[in-house]
T-cell receptor, first 111, second 112 residues
Framework: AAGVIQSPRHLIKEKRETATLKCYPI?????VYWYQQGPGQDPQFLIS???????DKGSIPDRFSAQQFSDYHSELNMSSLELGDSALYFC??????????FGEGSRLTVL | QKEVEQDPGPLSVPEGAIVSLNCTYS??????FMWYRQYSRKGPELLMY????GNKEDGRFTAQVDKSSKYISLFIRDSQPSDSATYLC????????????FGKGTRLSVIA
């Protein structure tokens, strides 16, 4: 079965630019989570969506926003990028029994 | 104090050794526990998922939960060089759509 799909896998942006990451959850998973992982750090929860509504909010900067669409895919929009936003961004979706499955991540480099 | 504490290692063991990885937590509301394996620059891969005290076994992996002590463990038997990765514990209060809280991860190297 297909796993969580994220795109793009890598992107390079300059300071103050905007970036959009996409996530396609596993079929029939109703909750999508976004995490940010800095080098040598554990994943930090940003935001989640359940049935297309925002469910929980973590340490997501005001410059970031996200949404989940009718086909359950989600997008993370990041504006006014800063050097400190360089990180791996993971999307995860959860099964009806509660297990979270992660995508391979999108590596953002801000120059 | 972080909600979930995990020794970051690094931990280095010879091939074939039994590996013990541990996490402690402070929030008694945590009821669901997971262990993930993460290779460098890859996404976390779910290894074990458990929600009751006691042991759960899957192949070479055994997850152990002691809710009274707020302590969870992952044991890897007959460790292989391919097990070299960072192992992250994660937990949540209930199985609904709540986010996971992660430990810092333990970096494991299995030497051939």
């Amino acid at each position: 079965a297909a796993g969580v799909i994220q795109s793009p896998r890598h992107l390079i942006k300059e300071k103050r630019e905007t970036a959009t990451l996409k996530c396609y959850p596993i079929s029939r998973h109703d909750t999508v989570y976004w995490y940010q992982q800095g080098p040598g750090q554990d994943p930090q929860f940003l935001i989640s969506f359940y049935e297309k509504m925002q469910s929980d909010k973590g340490s997501i900067p005001d410059r970031f926003s996200a949404q989940q669409f009718s086909d359950y895919h989600s997008e993370l929009n990041m504006s006014s990028l800063e050097l400190g936003d360089s990180a791996l961004y993971f999307c995860a979706s959860s099964s009806p029994t509660g297990e979270l499955f992660f995508g391979e991540g999108s590596r953002l480099t801000v120059l | 104090q972080k909600e979930v504490e995990q020794d970051p290692g690094p931990l280095s063991v010879p091939e074939g050794a039994i590996v013990s990885l541990n996490c402690t937590y402070s929030n008694s509301a945590f009821q669901y526990f997971m262990w993930y394996r993460q290779y460098s620059r890859k996404g976390p891969e779910l290894l074990m998922y458990t929600y009751s005290s006691g042991n759960k076994e899957d192949g070479r992996f055994t997850a152990q939960v002691d809710k009274s002590s707020k302590y969870i463990s992952l044991f890897i038997r007959d460790s292989q060089p391919s097990d070299s990765a960072t192992y992250l514990c994660a937990m949540r209060p209930y199985s609904g759509n709540t986010p996971l809280v992660f430990g810092k991860g333990t970096r494991l190297s299995v030497i051939a």
